[in-house]
């Protein structure tokens, strides 16, 4: 049987050039996945293994829980009739950070629901995601996410650091300061719920910080690319009430002037009363 061998030839660079992709873009072959509802070019990628921290699913670990997940989710995003919109993406040593909107259908509502995805790997065996958003567009509900990274000794600087001393610290005009006269602040809920200059800005902090003090992080993992920062954390306090770990990540946008274009922050963190 002649043909064998080209066959078996053809089918090892399938998996080489299904490998490679999945190595240069491994948010983009999770993102396709999902859409697929297939697993199968995840499992050839990283045949070690593969590790999802999911808002809803909670941990998913191995191929074969691998494979029901992302079969389920592709039934649960058919009923919303998802599709998404690419934001940004950030990419620095072995982590890749990217930002989407996803647009869907729910209950006859129309949403943009901020979703981002990060993927990291140490080697080309094993790969971990971790999708950070809110529950809230789609539950209306903010569950307590339990922190999936452990706090690590990790320190944003510049504007980024000067952002996260002020909001530590319950200081309104220092986290202003931080930010480019049109720069913006998203919420976990949407475009629709942005703040925009200065002046709204300054509201908005200043209404974050009434609960009597500032928003405490521990900070776990950093993805700088020089332009965007991309932190995951841990919150554990708010004001003077401490807080049960929550996970989520911000992503910090600098602008050409060095002061911040954009923060978009991903979390189900509930804020005080009195700090709304």
Known sequence: MPWF?????????????????????PVGQYLAALNEGSARDLETTWPGEVLIYDPRAGEVRGHRHVRQFVS???????SLHARTEPVASTVAGDR?????????????????????????????????????????PLEEQRPVRP????????????????????LAAGDTEAVVATFAPDGYFRPPFGPAYAHHGLAELRSFFARCFSAGGGIGLEHCAVTDDGVRCALEYNCVRWGHRDLPPQ??????????????????????VQAPPGAR
């Open 96 to 136: 890749a950070v990217v930002e989407l909107l996803a647009h869907v259908d729910h209950g006859g509502r129309q949403l943009a629901w901020p979703v981002a995805v990060v993927a990291e790997s140490a080697d080309d065996l094993a790969v971990t995601f971790r999708t950070y958003c809110s529950q809230w």
């Open 5 to 25: 061998p080209e066959f078996a030839s053809a089918a090892q660079l399938a998996r080489s050039q299904t490998r490679a992709a999945g190595h240069a873009d």
């Open 72 to 78: 389920r989710n592709l039934s649960w995003l058919a």
């Open 247 to 268: 996970a989520g990540m911000g992503v910090y946008e600098r602008g050409a002037d060095g002061l911040l274009a954009a923060v978009r922050v991903y979390d189900d």
């Open 147 to 166: 922190p999936i990274l452990p706090p690590g000794a990790v320190r944003p600087g510049d504007v980024v650091g000067r952002y996260q001393a002020g």
